[in-house]
C-alpha cells in the first residue's frame, strides 16, 4: 500500500489460485425426471448430454457416477459405477411416463448415500433435473431433505431446472441448495457449469 496523491492510495494485491477441473476426483449422483413431460426432444437432449458428461468424467478412471429416475416412482438405475459402457446403456434405456414425485427421488439418494463413504479429498455432486411440478406425495419431499441435510453434513443438491422458464420455480428451490436454469440449448454447459461450482476453497 502506498500514497500515491494526498487523498489516494494505491493497493497491490498478490494473489495465487488454483486451477478447477471438471473431472478430477468427483463422485457424480445423477437424479433425472423421466416423467411424461419429458417425452420426445427433452429427454433425448438429457441423455445425450448425460453421456457426454460421463465421457468427461470418467477420464479418470477413480471417477464414478450413479443414476436415479424418477416419474410416479422413483428407481435407482445404476449404483456407484465407473464402468462406462454400463452407464451408457442404462441412460439411453430411459424412458418418459408417468407423474413427478420428488419425494422417491430423495428417498433413493437417502440409500445410496447409507453405503458412501465421503473421502475428505473428493468432491460428491448430486444433480437433480427436472422438467415439473412436483405431483405426487407433494409437499412431502421438503421434509426428506430437512432428514438428508441432517444426517449427511457433507451433501450439497444441484437444482437444475430444465425447460421451466428463466424464473427459479420455489418447489425446486425447497429441495436444493444451488439451482440453475436450463434448456435443451444450453443443457451441456449448464451440467459442467454444476461441477465446476461443486469445488470448496479452505479461503
Not at 407423474?99 to 447409507?114: E, F, P, R
Request: charged share 25%; net charge negative; glycine share 2%.
Amino acid at each position: 500500500v502506498k500514497w500515491i496523491d494526498s487523498n489516494k492510495i494505491e493497493i497491490t494485491y498478490n494473489l495465487t489460485s488454483e486451477t478447477q477441473t471438471y473431472n478430477e476426483d468427483k463422485d457424480v449422483i445423477l437424479i433425472l425426471d423421466t416423467s411424461g413431460s419429458m417425452f420426445g426432444d427433452k429427454l433425448q437432449t438429457v441423455k445425450d448430454n448425460s453421456i457426454e458428461l460421463l465421457d468427461t468424467l470418467l477420464e479418470v478412471e477413480t471417477n464414478k457416477i450413479a443414476l436415479i429416475e424418477f416419474n410416479t416412482t422413483s428407481n435407482i438405475i445404476q449404483e456407484f459405477t465407473n464402468d462406462k459402457e454400463t452407464l451408457i446403456n442404462k441412460i439411453n434405456s430411459l424412458d418418459a411416463n408417468g407423474s413427478t414425485n420428488y419425494n422417491q427421488a430423495l428417498h433413493n439418494l437417502d440409500i445410496i448415500l447409507d453405503t458412501y463413504n465421503k473421502e475428505s479429498n473428493r468432491d460428491l455432486v448430486v444433480m437433480f433435473l427436472t422438467d415439473g411440478y412436483p405431483v405426487e406425495e407433494n409437499p412431502s419431499q421438503n421434509a426428506t431433505y430437512q432428514i438428508l441435510k441432517s444426517k449427511y453434513d457433507y451433501l450439497e443438491i444441484n437444482g437444475i431446472q430444465y425447460e421451466m422458464g428463466e424464473t427459479l420455480k420455489q418447489e425446486v428451490k425447497d429441495i436444493t441448495d444451488r439451482q440453475y436454469v436450463a434448456n435443451t440449448k444450453n443443457l451441456s454447459n449448464v451440467l459442467l457449469e454444476v461441477l465446476v461450482a461443486s469445488k470448496k476453497y479452505d479461503e
